[in-house]
Antibody, heavy 122, light 110 residues
């Protein structure tokens, strides 16, 4: 069974860089795309980006200039960095394991972490 | 602003059926597989349908998915109070080179 757990600071100041880590058990880095999704309060789900095998990445075009997703195979972890945060980045952040199609593009989300609330405030 | 449009809400009485539409374009639904998720407050989203119409193990057969052209539909029959949740469609958008979620639909059991 694949399990994911997000960890992070909970509170970040405006203009700073948000850093979150997802620890994975029960799967290798080549089994899935590893992804970040968020849900701002009162709004819908928003895909942030995905990484495969600690290499190939895809990012949401609306966030691409501020986002970096990286992987650490030795620790079975992958991470999200989002720079220059504002109050609009306040959200519950989820990490997830994402299947991929025969064309090697991300497809459905199979497993999810429980989510972590990240608040941007002074 | 999502490229996949869903109705904001649908409702029906217990035991009845609801359908949720997800409208997109040729760059997303028209040429890629659709998945559907149930999201209850305070919990992780749950996969209900993948590859347009496939149910993961453990998902009841009263849940169904279909796709036609640039639209997809999720159906829930035998509606139960436990089905009250938000539902999202999702797919890859080949033009954006990005995964996109629908706007979300709140299901209310009357």
């Amino acid at each position: 069974q694949v399990q994911l757990q997000e960890s992070g600071p909970g509170l970040v100041k405006p203009s700073e860089t948000l850093s979150l880590t997802c620890t994975v058990s029960g799967a290798s880095s080549s089994s899935y795309f590893w992804s970040w999704i968020r849900q701002p309060p009162g709004r819908g789900l928003e895909w942030i980006g995905s990484i495969y095998n600690s290499g190939r990445t895809y990012y949401n075009p609306a966030l691409k200039s501020r986002v970096t997703i990286s992987g650490d195979k030795s620790k079975n972890q992958f991470s999200l960095r989002l720079s220059s945060v504002t109050a609009a980045d306040t959200a519950v952040y989820y990490c997830a394991a994402q299947e991929y199609t025969w064309m090697a593009v991300p497809s459905w989300f199979d497993y999810w972490g429980q989510g972590t609330l990240l608040t941007v405030s002074t | 602003q999502s490229v996949l449009t869903q109705p904001p809400s649908v409702s029906a009485a217990p035991g009845q059926k609801v359908t949720i539409s997800c409208s997109g374009s040729s760059s997303n639904i028209g040429n890629n597989y659709v998945s559907w998720y149930q999201h209850l407050p305070g919990t992780a989203p749950k996969l209900l349908i993948y590859d347009n119409d496939m149910r993961p193990s453990g998902i009841a057969d009263r849940i169904s998915g279909s796709k036609s052209g640039t639209s997809a539909t999720l159906g829930i029959t035998g509606l139960q109070t436990g089905d009250e949740a938000d539902y999202y469609c999702g797919t890859w958008d080949s033009s954006l080179t990005a995964y996109v979620f629908g706007t979300g639909t709140k299901v209310t059991v009357l």
